[in-house]
């Protein structure tokens, strides 16, 4: 194969996006999470156990871990663009991340509706 | 004053080295430049790329104490001393302190840097309103100097696929003309992961601009516009 150099994927606006967004998504968690530990000082374990055991909280806490997945893949995919140059490690290092990630979510959520 | 510069000439020597001088002046009102045509005029063996020597041409950009600059017009009583003196990062040298450009024209070339119009040509020039034309300042006057490109570490790592900070400035210089009936394969040629998704906004382009322009900003609009037309 011709050695060229390849471009025009039509791809990339959507991860840009994704980013931001779920940049937004993980702050207004944290700025949540971080009002709660300060008005519940000191902090009992029921109190840490009521709100994690509250359907709304729970899903915000996936919100916030999904998010993190998500950004993590985009940040992770860059990085791999900027420094790993041969395409098959690269494939395969991008591969490795997205079930990574995957497997996270999945085990996110059993931890989430496990809390008793 | 001292000046530490990058010397290196690849027929000749195995490894680039940087060469001390030494120049009995006062800084006053002088220009690096200045110091620099000084220098060469004791050493001619000095490589250095030069021309209008007031900041329109950009022939000599050049990393000046670790920062890219224009020479002409960085005063020399505001650089400490030693001075060092490096051609601009992540370039081939072609000698001391002139760079092999190519890469940064290629880029600059596949913006298609020109005005797309496909109306029959006008008896006069090609009109636009004062808000229209207002919309191109801070575009047109980037003279190409590469300092900005040569600064992104993006560009350092893919200088083959990212557009660079001063090919994407002139590429928005062309979406942001009234004149210019190209946008839609204007931003299909820059929607590419590489090709512009690249740019983090880290701000080194708009740091080291001898001219004062913001490519974060321009490349900015150019995200804007992707975004307009995919929600």
Known sequence: MVNRIVTGAHYGMRDWLVQRVTAVVMALYIL???????????????DWSNLLQSQLVRLASLLFLLSLYLHAWVGMRDIFMDYVKPVGIRLVAEVSVILSLIAYAAWSLQILWGIQ | MRFLIYRYNPETDAKPYMQAYDLDIDAGNMMLLDAILLIKAQDETLSVRRSCREGVCGSDAMNINGRNGLACVTPLSE???PIELRPLPGQPVVRDLVVDLSQFYKQYRSIKPYLINGDPEPEIERLQSPEDREELDGLYECILC????????????NPDKFVGPAGLLQAY???ADSRDQATAERLDNLEDPYRLFRCHS????VDVCPKGLNPTRAIGKIKEMLLKRTV
């Open chain 2, 146 to 157: 590469a300092c900005c490109s040569t600064s992104c570490p993006s560009f350092w790592w």
């Open chain 2, 202 to 205: 880290i701000m080194t382009c």
């Open chain 2, 173 to 175: 210089r062309f979406i």
């Open chain 2, 79 to 81: 650089l400490k001393e």
């Open chain 1, 32 to 46: 949540f999470i971080a009002g709660f530990l300060l008005t519940h000082q000191p902090l009992h374990y029921a």
